[in-house]
């Protein structure tokens, strides 16, 4: 289903066929938590800005409408008309972030909604039950993700139980489909690597689920609270025991930077909700760096917000404009200032991509890190 057509050092070109679609790695995940982007983006929006694959949330869509009201409407690509590939988060996460009170046994975990604080058990088999509801493309294996810091101690304990969470998984999926029930019979379940920063233990974990043989593998349990340093270190420690043949995940991540280094040491797919966060509060990325469109010195600028950029906002409208809709209160400026982000960072992935079919990512890499980055 992976196939790897270049590589530049440890940076990777590729393509990862799936039953909804093709996606060309590297990719940059577009995230619709409770099956939309905040900013009323839709569907047609993320075709247009030339997203692959759309990213929804396991717990959230659990909560509410409820997977198998999804799963009566046909699941996600249905119900939110999407035709590519989607990849449902197991909801590990956010049980273990958003849920203030948590047990956490062999059997699952026991948490409290942070909609309306009912009890809630989650354990492998019902986040595969729920995804098998919503029918993605990709599944997300159950896992725990360990806040940082945490003593080894319990970071080894976690990652043994997240191994025994996963064949768990591996099995029920496998169930589901074959006794008809999951809305997607074609879905691939994803393993996640767990350790916390801690090197032996990151590598101990890669190796035991990569022998599983599953369709791909992500690094989750970074980008919460760690340094970037420490991030790129324990890539680089668990990219040799990953499988040079399934795509390579990293789960949350993350700025534009943080994507041009982790794509350099060898990984292929990435989510994160800043872009779109970011721009509702009016951090909007461009290919200069990093604008604050709130600042008094655009109320009058009658420039497009990047001039290299093809996105429905910069396209039509100015700076001084977008500012007087955020400063207004203007939905309009949401959504301009979202699609804004989304489109800069499919766009990044797209010219990543095309560096590394050019053999001159490195480069690219590494003019682009110093710009990126920074606050104009």
């Known amino acids: 289903m992976f196939q790897l057509i270049k590589k530049e050092k440890n940076a990777r070109l590729g393509e990862f066929s799936t039953v909804h679609g093709t996606v060309k790695t590297p990719v ?3 995230v619709a938590t409770a099956a939309a982007i905040k900013g009323g983006v839709s569907a047609e929006d993320l075709e247009n800005i030339h997203c692959q694959v759309m990213l929804c949330n396991t717990y959230h869509l659990h909560l509410r409408p409820g997977d ?13 008309t999407w035709k590519g590939p989607i990849l449902t988060d197991s909801g590990g996460f956010q049980v273990f972030s958003l849920a203030k009170l948590r047990n956490i046994k062999e059997e699952g975990v026991t948490f409290a909604s942070h909609l309306d604080g009912r009890r809630i058990f989650m354990g492998p088999e019902e986040s595969m039950q729920i995804q098998a509801n919503l029918g993605s493309t990709i599944a997300m294996a159950f896992d725990e993700c360990v806040e940082n810091p945490a003593d080894h101690a319990y970071s080894k304990l976690s990652t043994e139980r997240t191994f025994r969470w996963l064949v768990r998984c591996k099995n029920e999926l496998e169930r589901l489909k074959a006794s008809g029930v999951a809305v997607n019979p074609d879905q691939m379940l994803w393993g996640i690597n767990q350790g916390c920063v801690y090197e032996d233990l990151r590598v101990e974990h890669m190796k035991r689920i990569a022998s599983l043989e599953l369709p791909g593998y992500a690094i989750g349990g970074l980008a919460v609270g760690e340094s970037a340093e420490e991030m790129y270190r324990i890539i680089e420690a668990v990219e040799p025991y990953m499988p040079v043949d399934k795509p390579r995940y990293l789960m949350g991540v993350g700025t534009p930077v943080n994507i041009l280094e982790a794509v350099w040491r060898g990984v292929d797919f990435f989510d994160c909700v800043m872009p779109s966060r970011n721009a509702r509060h009016g951090h909007l990325f461009t290919t200069k760096g990093i604008v604050n469109i709130h600042n008094a010195k655009y109320a009058s600028d009658d420039s497009p917000l990047d001039e290299n950029c093809d996105c429905p906002c910069c396209r039509r409208y100015s700076k001084a404009y977008l500012r007087h809709l955020l400063c207004s209160g203007e939905i309009l400026a949401m959504r301009l200032a979202v699609l804004h982000n989304l489109w800069f960072y499919n766009q990044l992935t797209a010219d990543i991509r095309k560096a590394l079919e050019e053999g001159r990512y490195e480069s ?9 980055g920074q606050r104009i």
Do not use: C, D, Q, S
Request: aromatic share 16%; charged share 25%; proline share 0%.
């Open 68 to 80: 198998k009201t999804v799963a009566g409407l046909g699941g996600l690509h249905r119900f939110t």
């Open 364 to 372: 690219f890499y590494r003019e682009k890190r110093a710009i990126l």
């Open 28 to 30: 940059f995940m577009n």
